[in-house]
């Protein structure tokens, strides 16, 4: 072993730190969960609230629990594949978001059938101005929350973890929408379910500078964490 | 009980305790750990200049990654995604960098003997193509500024940059590729 390896490593274990919960990703994807979802109904409810009888067509519409269900499903499975794609194991990408991305599809194809078996006629009741944008934009501390539980992990791929990231957080107010917007499948489709797509892009990039971790200069005792 | 099985149990119950703070469990894993990255880039890349600096590499983000570790999981999937990761990093990095080259002469006075030689010292460069190989062991592993070894390879600089580019994305799928566990 060379010398300076041999300070490194005193100097790794005179920085060491106890560790409370290791390799622990349901944690914060609870307290995602919980907060993002409290975040969403708090903010869809001061800016305009839901669409008059659009939570009671939850008791009598079997395909909107579906497509609600379907939802809430590829929220937390984006999400849970956010925080896993950030611990180091030997799963392949590809494994690890299939689930989640088929759900996502899953969701998104309800809202294409239900442009030829709909609920009910297409209605412009509680249609809001610049959903797109609202959507977008309600998701942003949602995401901004995920980013920073994902960064402490150890992203080795971060514009994947920051891609499903955002998907995640812009599936939320996509999901929050079906109750405070304007029922009819293909602007659901067009301006609901479209910023889980941009914030996936955005995210892609936002992760490459948020996360890329610069190469760190050599480590001295003490002075990790 | 295999050699393996042993290296695995013992790893992960040494992680588990420096989880806790021992510094002695953890100091004896780190210098297990970087003997056993020693050899897995030497096995791949041969034996190189740069090979302590990315141990050290790899050693640093084991400690502060360490955290994701979990317990309950096999340790040889985390260990090795970690040094699979950091190797091609530390590649990339130093082939992105402008002005980290070194002339063909610096490389001759570090005792960097012909490529040819140098490749057949690393497995996993006699997996690539000719020309990925080549430029990666030009630019990189042999020290050679860009121009010259574009000029070395008959190709423009830009051409080269490219084939470096291609070249160290086929080594990250190589490295994947291998039994994860190893």
Redesign the interface.
């Known amino acids: 072993?060379?010398e300076?390896?041999d300070d490194?490593?005193?100097g790794?274990?005179?920085?060491?730190?106890?560790?409370t919960t290791?390799?622990?990703t349901k944690r914060p994807l609870a307290w995602w969960l919980a907060t993002a979802g409290a975040y969403g109904v708090a903010i869809v409810l001061a800016t305009g609230g839901w669409r008059a009888g659009a939570l009671a067509s939850l008791r009598t519409s079997g395909d909107l629990v579906i497509e609600t269900l379907l939802g809430i499903a590829a929220i937390a499975m984006l999400a849970h594949a956010a925080l896993r794609s950030?611990?180091?194991?030997?799963e392949?990408e590809w494994r690890r978001f299939s689930w989640p991305l088929a759900i996502l599809g899953a969701w998104a194809a309800f809202h294409l059938l239900g442009l030829w078996q709909t609920n009910g006629p297409p209605s412009m009741l509680g249609k809001r101005e610049h959903c797109f944008w609202q959507g977008l934009l309600f998701a942003l501390p949602s995401f901004a929350l995920l980013l920073w539980w994902v960064r402490g992990?150890?992203p080795?791929r971060p514009r994947i973890s920051a891609a499903a990231a955002g998907a995640a957080a812009a599936a939320l107010p996509a999901l929050l929408m079906q109750f405070a917007c304007m029922y009819d499948p293909l602007h659901a489709l067009s301006y609901h379910m479209t910023p889980i797509a941009a914030l996936a892009v955005a995210g892609a990039s936002i992760g490459h500078i948020v996360m890329e971790r610069r190469?760190?200069t050599?480590?001295r005792s003490g002075t990790?964490h | 009980m295999t050699d393996r099985d042993r290296d695995e149990a013992r790893w992960s119950r040494d992680m588990?305790a420096?989880?806790?703070?021992d510094?002695h469990a953890?100091?004896s894993l780190?210098?297990e750990l970087?003997?056993v990255i020693e050899r897995y880039v030497r096995q791949r890349f041969g034996a190189r200049p740069f090979l302590?600096d990315c141990?050290?590499?790899c050693?640093?983000?084991i400690?502060?990654?360490?955290?994701?570790?979990?317990?309950?999981?096999p340790f040889r999937?985390?260990?090795?995604?970690?040094v699979r990761?950091k190797t091609v990093d530390f590649l990339r990095?130093s082939v992105a960098a402008p002005g980290t080259g070194t002339t063909s002469d610096d490389a001759a006075q570090r005792g960097v003997g012909d490529p040819a030689e140098e490749i057949a010292a690393g497995e996993l460069l006699g997996q690539l193509s000719p020309p990925h190989r080549d430029a990666l062991e030009l630019t990189k592993l042999a020290g050679y500024s860009t121009a010259e070894a574009a000029e070395r390879l008959g190709i423009s600089q830009s051409a080269l940059r490219a084939r470096v580019s291609r070249a160290l994305r086929a080594t990250a799928d190589l490295l994947?590729k291998e039994r994860?566990?190893r």
Request: glycine share 6%.
């Open positions: 072993m060379t300076s390896r490194l490593i005193k790794l274990v005179a920085s060491l730190r106890p560790v290791p390799g622990d950030a611990v180091p194991d030997a392949s992990l150890m080795l190469p760190r050599r480590p990790l | 588990a420096a989880h806790r703070g510094a953890y100091e780190l210098r970087g003997g302590e141990v050290q590499e050693l640093l983000a400690h502060t990654g360490r955290h994701t570790y979990d317990p309950a999981r999937p985390w260990f090795f995604t970690i990761n990095r994947r994860s566990d």
